[in-house]
């Protein structure tokens, strides 16, 4: 069976360029561990950055994207595979199936609901596949505080917190990867 890693970020870069740098390094980790790529497509923003250096190194890109985003994400017509879906509902469910493990780069609206939609699929168990939240620069910090607030409030189950892990770092979420995959 191929590794897939679905990586899960944002179609804008930062002005800060240490999430750009973060992205390439983890697009040409996982290409260089001789895994595929999942992501969402397109070739603008922290996507195409994370895209590129896995092409770069040689890797497999598995982009997909619904059609109502093909233009505004600009698709990236240089992947190894390209799959345009109906919509996103249909664009999420390919990316679990087509992935062995989900990382969750620092993003937007649209990562924080790919994160949310593949850990309730594992806490309703739909899927098993590890889940990483890479916490760089403490950027997930105020979403770990909530997941804690929530479980505190007993609307999460103490034992939801290890549905995902977080990282802090490249190195870190490499281990992980290697350890449950």
């Avoid at 999420?92 to 993003?107: D, I, N, T, W």
């Avoid at 620069?137 to 892990?165: K, P, Q």
């Amino acid at each position: 069976m191929n590794i897939n890693i679905c990586v899960y970020c944002g179609s804008r870069i930062p002005e800060d360029k240490k999430f750009e740098n973060l992205a390439k390094q983890i697009g040409s980790t996982i290409a260089s561990k001789n895994w595929g790529l999942v992501y969402g497509g397109g070739k603008v923003g922290m996507m195409g950055v994370i895209a590129d250096a896995a092409l770069e190194k040689k890797g497999e890109v598995i982009g997909i994207i619904p059609t109502a985003l093909k233009r505004a994400e600009v698709v990236h017509t240089g992947v190894s595979e390209i799959i345009e879906t109906p919509d996103m509902h249909t664009r999420k469910a390919l990316m679990e199936k087509r992935s062995s493990a989900f990382v969750v780069l620092p993003g937007g609206f649209g990562t924080l609901d790919e994160f949310f939609e593949i850990l309730t699929w594992r806490q309703l168990g739909i899927h098993d596949k590890p889940i990483i939240l890479v916490n760089a620069f403490g950027y997930f910090d105020g979403l770990s505080s909530f997941v804690d607030t929530a479980i505190d409030h007993d609307f999460v189950r103490g034992n939801n917190r290890e549905l995902f892990s977080i990282t802090s770092n490249l190195e870190e979420t490499i281990s992980v990867l290697e350890q449950k995959l």
